[in-house]
């Protein structure tokens, strides 16, 4: 049986403590830890390193750490951000949950940085790249997690994995852990959006397709909910009825979100 996979990115050379007891811990929880360093991270000898890292990030990781200590690590040549920003980047844009780890000594002085930009804070990071990934991360209303030890870390991420297996135990007994089986009756397109995109059947979801209940599109469908506006889009592709698709657009459902 395939275990979970936790991807952990950092900069390895400064957080190579926290790394190693991160991958001790998550075997013991029975997990898959997905860690550049070592001989198990899938690699492809003909891609660049670069190229590997959001390769992994993104199709061998079920969940991704992200910690954030004192250094930038290297950076791309062509977009000019570090591995670690776009293993973290990877993820995001293709739903992965990811769990922000900032350093504590780093976060403090983030507020100071803010305010002098060209000081001198190399006794604490190395460029001040390191800030601007922090306030980028912040600017976005993401959730993070301070810590000064790693212990604090595992203990964050056990009770967060139990918080997401609990969520799933809910699911399941309400009988919604298997989106595909409300759409039973669809085409084989629209079963595909719901199982790929199931985030679009949760209540957040639904409430932006309040507004779509007014229309009537040519294909039939009901415009009760986003997801409804998925199951359009499946249709007007099938059909080719594409002229049907900017109404769909308009409810949040674009082609380059759904990535179909």
Same mark, same amino acid.
């Given at each position: 049986?395939?275990?979970?996979?936790?991807?952990?990115?950092?900069?390895?050379?400064?957080?190579?403590?926290?790394?190693?007891?991160?991958?001790?811990?998550?075997?013991?929880?029975?997990?898959?830890?997905?860690?550049?360093?070592?001989?198990?991270?899938?690699?492809?000898?003909?891609?660049?390193?670069?190229?590997?890292?959001?390769?992994? $990030?993104?199709?061998?990781?079920?969940?991704?750490?992200?910690?954030?200590?004192?250094?930038?690590?290297?950076?791309?040549? $062509?977009?000019?951000?570090?591995?670690?920003?776009?293993?973290?980047?990877? $993820?995001?844009?293709?739903?992965?949950?990811?769990?922000?780890?900032?350093?504590?000594?780093?976060?403090?002085?983030?507020?100071?940085?803010?305010?002098?930009?060209?000081?001198?804070?190399?006794?604490?990071?190395?460029?001040?790249?390191?800030?601007?990934?922090?306030?980028?991360?912040?600017?976005?209303?993401?959730?993070?997690?301070?810590?000064?030890?790693?212990?604090?870390?595992?203990?964050?991420?056990?009770?967060?994995?139990?918080?997401?297996?609990?969520?799933?135990?809910?699911?399941?007994?309400?009988?919604?852990?298997?989106?595909?089986?409300?759409?039973?009756?669809?085409?084989?397109?629209?079963?595909?959006?719901?199982?790929?995109?199931?985030?679009?059947?949760?209540?957040?979801?639904?409430?932006?397709?309040?507004?779509?209940?007014?229309?009537?599109?040519?294909?039939?469908?009901?415009?009760?909910?986003?997801?409804?506006?998925?199951?359009?889009?499946?249709?007007?592709?099938?059909?080719?009825?594409?002229?049907?698709?900017?109404?769909?657009?308009?409810?949040?459902?674009?082609?380059?979100?759904?990535?179909?």
């Amino acid at each position: 049986m395939s275990k979970t996979r936790i991807f952990v990115s950092s900069t390895c050379y400064d957080l190579a403590a926290v790394r190693e007891d991160l991958r001790r811990f998550l075997l013991q929880l029975g997990h898959e830890p997905i860690l550049s360093e070592y001989a198990s991270f899938p690699v492809n000898p003909n891609e660049t390193a670069i190229a590997n890292c959001k390769k992994n $990030a993104k199709a061998h990781s079920d969940v991704l750490v992200l910690i954030v200590g004192g250094r930038r690590g290297a950076l791309d040549p $062509a977009t000019g951000k570090s591995i670690t920003n776009l293993e973290y980047e990877t $993820a995001r844009d293709h739903g992965i949950p990811c769990f922000v780890f900032i350093n504590h000594a780093v976060l403090t002085l983030l507020p100071v940085w803010k305010k002098n930009p060209s000081a001198d804070f190399s006794p604490a990071v190395d460029y001040p790249e390191v800030f601007k990934f922090i306030d980028r991360i912040q600017t976005e209303n993401r959730w993070t997690f301070v810590f000064d030890k790693t212990g604090e870390i595992q203990e964050c991420l056990s009770n967060q994995l139990s918080f997401m297996f609990r969520e799933l135990l809910g699911r399941y007994r309400s009988g919604t852990l298997d989106p595909v089986a409300s759409y039973s009756s669809e085409s084989p397109e629209a079963q595909r959006l719901a199982l790929e995109k199931p985030a679009v059947l949760d209540k957040q979801w639904v409430k932006r397709g309040k507004e779509a209940s007014r229309l009537r599109p040519q294909s039939g469908a009901s415009w009760g909910s986003t997801a409804a506006a998925l199951l359009l889009l499946a249709r007007c592709r099938e059909r080719e009825v594409w002229h049907s698709a900017p109404k769909a657009e308009r409810l949040g459902a674009k082609n380059e979100w759904l990535d179909i």
